[in-house]
């Protein structure tokens, strides 16, 4: 017997992708089989990390990498080592800053429901921009000097959301944040793959960049990862690690050389209540190598051939594959609430069958591959098959 059934619980078809409400996607043998070996031994974590850090490293090009409880740890942990660097003092204050200087800017039009992890870690919000070309009534959003523009003594750091169709570019705003010597914090959680995106955004000159490990890396679903800057990286772990430790006892290995320089440590941080286990560590360090080391045309492929799957076994013509970093299936039920009472229908089954809920204002239904078999895609397309 399962643990799923000892426990209860019913499993499901996943065909939304890999979000946190849907528990993720699957980790590949190789993933859990770290995370089972790490689970047998007792690690100093701050040498765990280490190690984490040049894995991290090779993958993304980075000066450092740690790894977080998630993408949004990362965003709260990125924020407060923006706020307080390498003092003590401002790391005990966390989420109170003294001095104010505290904001971060952010574009209007990247506004989303994750940021409020600067705020939970004592940022402020400071937004400029009109976003027209989001709102309809025109073509422009914010400009790199309304950025400019916006900083005062009280600006800690820039928040840029990497999508697509994020404007302005990063590499202009970098520019704008070098020129006033401000870090550029990088939400780029669901931008991967392609897996260039690992080194795109420090090299467009972000500062420190978020990565979800629980997305297409296929990392253990409450990992991430903030890489970039090693003085920040480092503000960010020592924020997050458990310091109930002697000064004298606390030794940072040299992928966190720079906090030799602090003139004391805090003590439990900001960050205490994003910890993140061995488990976890070890799992990322594995997928984070796999995923960065696979070849991207076969990952494509093998996500087409299952969404492909899915279309044979229903034997319906109302289905499409759009393409883009992750090929998506989208079934045409013809109206808004045809796409809606499908998703019920599928929901309502046996095994239950969670599909894209994005698209029904469109009358369509949609099927993400990376979360799910070969075998459930087939099962999946049975259950749409209309005799
Ligand atoms: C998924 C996502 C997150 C959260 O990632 P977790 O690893 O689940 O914490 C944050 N920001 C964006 C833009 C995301 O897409």
């Given at each position: 017997?399962?643990?799923?059934?000892?426990?209860?619980?019913?499993?499901?078809?996943?065909?939304?992708?890999?979000?946190?409400?849907?528990?993720?996607?699957?980790?590949?043998?190789?993933?859990?089989?770290?995370?089972?070996?790490?689970?047998?031994?007792?690690?100093?974590?701050?040498?765990?990390?280490?190690?984490?850090?040049?894995?991290?490293?090779?993958?993304?090009?980075?000066?450092?990498?740690?790894?977080?409880?998630?993408?949004?740890?990362?965003?709260?942990?990125?924020?407060?080592?923006?706020?307080?660097?390498?003092?003590?003092?401002?790391?005990?204050?966390?989420?109170?800053?003294?001095?104010?200087?505290?904001?971060?800017?952010?574009?209007?039009?990247?506004?989303?429901?994750?940021?409020?992890?600067?705020?939970?870690?004592?940022?402020?919000?400071?937004?400029?921009?009109?976003?027209?070309?989001?709102?309809?009534?025109?073509?422009?959003?914010?400009?790199?000097?309304?950025?400019?523009?916006?900083?005062?003594?009280?600006?800690?750091?820039?928040?840029?959301?990497?999508?697509?169709?994020?404007?302005?570019?990063?590499?202009?705003?970098?520019?704008?944040?070098?020129?006033?010597?401000?870090?550029?914090?990088?939400?780029?959680?669901?931008?991967?793959?392609?897996?260039?995106?690992?080194?795109?955004?420090?090299?467009?000159?972000?500062?420190?960049?978020?990565?979800?490990?629980?997305?297409?890396?296929?990392?253990?679903?409450?990992?991430?990862?903030?890489?970039?800057?090693?003085?920040?990286?480092?503000?960010?772990?020592?924020?997050?690690?458990?310091?109930?430790?002697?000064?004298?006892?606390?030794?940072?290995?040299?992928?966190?050389?720079?906090?030799?320089?602090?003139?004391?440590?805090?003590?439990?941080?900001?960050?205490?209540?994003?910890?993140?286990?061995?488990?976890?560590?070890?799992?990322?360090?594995?997928?984070?190598?796999?995923?960065?080391?696979?070849?991207?045309?076969?990952?494509?492929?093998?996500?087409?051939?299952?969404?492909?799957?899915?279309a044979t076994?229903s034997g319906r013509s109302d289905m499409e594959?759009?393409?883009?970093?992750?090929?998506?299936?989208?079934l045409n039920?013809?109206?808004?609430?045809?796409?809606?009472?499908?998703?019920?229908?599928?929901?309502?089954?046996?095994?239950?069958?969670?599909?894209?809920?994005?698209?029904?204002?469109?009358?369509?239904?949609?099927?993400?591959?990376?979360?799910?078999?070969?075998?459930?895609?087939?099962?999946?397309?049975?259950?749409l098959?209309r005799?």
């Amino acid at each position: 017997m399962g643990i799923y059934d000892e426990l209860g619980v019913a499993t499901l078809i996943n065909a939304c992708g890999t979000v946190t409400r849907l528990s993720g996607g699957m980790m590949a043998p190789e993933v859990t089989a770290a995370m089972r070996e790490a689970s047998e031994a007792s690690v100093d974590m701050v040498a765990l990390q280490a190690a984490a850090c040049r894995v991290i490293r090779t993958a993304t090009g980075a000066q450092a990498g740690i790894v977080t409880s998630g993408a949004s740890a990362a965003v709260l942990l990125g924020a407060a080592a923006c706020i307080a660097g390498l003092d003590p003092v401002r790391m005990n204050a966390l989420p109170e800053v003294q001095d104010g200087r505290r904001d971060f800017i952010v574009v209007r039009s990247q506004r989303n429901m994750y940021d409020r992890a600067l705020l939970v870690a004592g940022g402020r919000i400071v937004e400029v921009g009109i976003p027209d070309r989001v709102s309809g009534p025109g073509v422009r959003d914010a400009a790199a000097w309304e950025i400019a523009a916006a900083i005062t003594k009280n600006t800690a750091g820039i928040y840029y959301l990497a999508e697509p169709r994020s404007k302005p570019s990063l590499r202009a705003v970098a520019e704008i944040a070098r020129e006033h010597s401000l870090p550029v914090l990088v939400d780029a959680a669901g931008q991967l793959p392609p897996s260039c995106n690992l080194r795109r955004f420090l090299d467009d000159g972000a500062d420190l960049v978020c990565f979800s490990g629980g997305k297409a890396i296929g990392g253990p679903q409450s990992s991430g990862i903030l890489a970039g800057r090693s003085d920040l990286v480092a503000s960010a772990l020592l924020q997050m690690l458990d310091l109930d430790v002697f000064d004298s006892f606390f030794a940072p290995p040299d992928e966190f050389a720079v906090l030799r320089q602090m003139r004391g440590l805090p003590h439990h941080g900001i960050g205490r209540s994003c910890k993140v286990g061995k488990e976890e560590i070890a799992g990322l360090c594995v997928a984070l190598t796999r995923f960065a080391a696979a070849d991207p045309v076969a990952r494509r492929a093998a996500w087409q051939n299952r969404l492909q799957l899915i279309a044979t076994a229903s034997g319906r013509s109302d289905m499409e594959i759009t393409s883009g970093p992750i090929p998506i299936l989208s079934l045409n039920a013809g109206s808004p609430e045809a796409a809606e009472a499908l998703a019920r229908q599928l929901l309502a089954g046996s095994p239950a069958i969670a599909c894209g809920l994005g698209r029904l204002d469109d009358g369509l239904v949609t099927f993400n591959p990376v979360a799910m078999t070969d075998a459930q895609a087939e099962a999946a397309g049975a259950r749409l098959r209309r005799d």
